[in-house]
């Protein structure tokens, strides 16, 4: 599925998985994956969605003129309403309502920019591991089909940025020492770390997670080793340093504050489909069925390398990273899940979102591996494979492209019959409750202009 790129007949006749120099037609063909990734972010993106609660509180900054006045409200707010957000994005949405006016895509464009990142950063990850242009392109359609994932495309809130941070700092991390001196790869890895921290207190797990995996795979794959002098680099001592500095300071002002005790709710109020089905078919692999399968194997792979004999590790070997890092994925959905019941808050698919993003590039990483084997015995067969497999997710994500589609196409026709909204008076009164606001944004939103003054009221000023 996942290690092919087929080359021309007059090619050198190197091993289909093995890296070959970017001539025009590998440039072409990732520039083209590039553009198929721009289509999948147009699939989900929110055309005439109207703004919903946790959107309003960022909607609400816009109708404040100063930033010093935001800045407070982000300090005293992040201890109760916004509670667990750094405040970040807010700020950013600050800035964009008081450029663009009342647009509910000004609000969102941060989440959509996160989006292109992400693809971005996945492809380049995947070609990093000799995944070839059916094997990216097989990702394209594997998150495509993570609906739950890329719904929040369409959401004025951090938790596309966190997943596009974290995948940035895979990418990063992932990639020898050699490539850390071309610009694009230093930028992706300081824009992740230093984007990541500002937006979200869960990056932090996820960034000395992906550092832990990536320094532990370059030994176990022998592109590394264990020395202190190597491992600082592979870390990346500067790059660290100043995302520690970054986090602890803004945590001290926004999420680590002491806050408000108002946490009284039952944990699983929102799993309406049971723990597991809302952890894998609802989440994590939305984009394949059968996912006790995947992750018995993922599980079962790095055990079985710790105990087989000496003599049959080395087959098993390109295995163990894949699965490592799916099984580290959903670990660390587990314990934030764990750290919301302890709170007595709700466990919630979103918290979950940066693993979203790193199963399928795992699943898909995974089973490159399995075609780099098979094609050293048999190329037709490895070819067979990988479009069988690309087959296979493409029928998969068909019912949500679908959907998707129709759904999009259906927004475009009613935005094309609806005619502008007549600019009416503005309100000066305060709504009486949260649903009034949020329709009054949106009436807001319809009609245009600057963010209504009104809504300052609702931070109390």
């Known amino acids: 599925m996942a290690g092919l790129e087929i080359p021309p007949l007059e090619s050198s006749g190197a091993p289909l998985g093995c890296p070959r120099a970017r001539g025009p037609r590998q440039r072409a063909a990732s520039a083209g994956l590039f553009l198929a990734g721009l289509f999948l972010v147009g699939l989900y993106l929110p055309v005439s969605k109207p703004i919903w609660i946790d959107e309003f509180l960022q909607f609400a900054l816009g109708a404040f003129e100063s930033t010093a006045e935001v800045l407070s409200i982000i300090h005293e707010s992040t201890r ?14 600050h800035y964009l309502v008081r450029v663009y006016g009342a647009s509910a895509f000004a ?8 989006a292109i990142f992400l ?20 990702l394209l359609v594997a998150l495509a089909a993570q609906s739950n994932l890329m719904n929040y495309l369409g959401e004025a809130r951090p938790y596309l940025p966190l997943a596009a941070t ?76 100043s995302g520690l500095i970054l986090i602890f300071s803004l945590g001290s002002v926004t999420w680590l504050q002491r806050r408000e005790t108002f946490f009284d709710f039952d944990p699983f109020q929102w799993v309406t489909q049971g723990i597991w089905t809302e952890f894998t078919a609802f989440s994590h692999f939305t984009f394949i069925p059968n996912a006790r399968i995947y992750v018995a194997i993922a599980v079962a792979i790095p055990i079985a390398y710790l105990l087989l004999p000496t003599r049959i590790k080395g087959a098993l070997r390109p295995f163990v990273p894949p699965a490592t890092l799916l099984v580290v994925a959903l670990l660390i959905s587990i314990l934030v899940s764990v750290v919301s019941y302890t709170q007595s808050y709700w466990i919630l698919s979103r918290q979950w979102v940066a693993s979203q993003a790193l199963v399928p590039i795992a699943f898909i990483w995974f089973a490159s591996e399995i075609i780099h084997q098979v094609e050293t015995r048999s190329r037709p067969l490895a070819i067979a494979l990988a479009l069988a497999g690309l087959a296979y997710l493409a029928v998969c994500a068909w019912p949500s492209v679908h959907m998707k589609a129709g759904q999009q196409w259906a927004a475009l026709q009613a935005i094309r019959q609806t005619p502008p909204a007549a600019p009416g008076t503005i309100p000066t009164d305060a709504p009486g409750d949260m649903a009034d606001w949020v329709r009054l944004a949106n009436e807001n939103v319809a009609t245009g202009g600057p963010a209504w003054p009104v809504f300052r009221k609702f931070y109390g000023r």
Not at 80 to 93: A, E, K, R, V
Not at 170 to 199: F, K, T
Not at 204 to 219: L, P, R
Request: charged content about 10%; glycine content about 10%.
């Open 166 to 241: 974290v995948v940035g700092a895979l990418a990063y991390y992932a990639s020898p020492l050699a490539m850390r001196v071309r610009p694009c790869v230093a930028a992706i890895g300081w824009g992740s770390v230093i984007l990541g921290a500002l937006l979200h207190p869960y990056f932090a797990i996820y960034w000395f997670a992906i550092i832990g995996f990536c320094v532990w795979s370059a030994w176990l794959t022998g592109s590394g080793s264990l020395k202190f002098a190597e491992i600082r680099r592979l870390i990346n001592l500067p790059l660290l340093i």
């Open 119 to 138: 693809v971005f950063c996945a492809l380049f990850f995947l070609r990093s591991k000799n995944v070839g242009i059916v094997g990216r392109f097989a």
């Open 107 to 114: 609000l969102r464009l941060p989440s959509v920019l996160s």
């Open 80 to 93: 109760s309403i916004n509670h667990g957000q750094t405040g970040f994005y807010m700020l950013l949405d």
